[in-house]
């Protein structure tokens, strides 16, 4: 399980690192301030990551480690770090983490509908 606090910006803030295998493999290692992705697919999110929580959702226990990660993922996105045709693998990725921390099946179809129907602006490049 992943250990954080609650915070006043942001909802969350990891208070160890956390690290998972994702079977998302970039072509190199990602490195990143707060993260990083090698290209084996392993994430590690380094302490001091904040993130929101599940967006426009209830924030359970078995909501929080995959929100953590998909946050992670999405903003990977974002900042054009990870190619944008990963998206529904980091989707299928938070349902999977989900389904390991107890969340019911109907739950994570809901869940998995809703970032596939409206993730994809979350997911949009910054502009500078």
């Known amino acids: 399980?992943?250990?954080?606090?609650?915070?006043?910006?942001y909802k969350y803030q990891l208070t160890e690192d956390y690290c998972c295998y994702t079977g998302?493999?970039?072509?190199?290692?990602?490195?990143h301030e707060y993260?990083?992705?090698s290209y084996l697919g392993y994430l590690t999110v380094k302490k001091g990551y904040?993130?929101?929580g599940a967006t426009c959702a209830v924030d359970t226990e078995n909501?929080?480690?995959?929100?953590?990660?998909?946050d992670v993922f999405y903003q990977m996105?974002?900042?054009?770090?990870?190619d944008i045709s990963l998206r529904k693998r980091?989707?299928?990725?938070l349902i999977r983490l989900c389904r390991e921390d107890g969340m019911n099946r109907f739950r994570r179809l809901w869940v998995y509908a809703g970032v596939r129907l409206f993730g994809a602006s979350s997911a949009e490049l910054e502009n500078d």
């Open 1 to 9: 399980m992943i250990k954080y606090k609650r915070t006043f910006y």
């Open 24 to 31: 998302i493999c970039p072509p190199k290692e990602i490195d």
């Open 35 to 37: 993260f990083t992705l």
């Open 50 to 52: 904040s993130w929101d």
């Open 63 to 70: 909501f929080m480690r995959g929100s953590l990660v998909h």
């Open 77 to 82: 996105f974002r900042e054009n770090l990870l």
């Open 90 to 93: 980091s989707d299928e990725l």
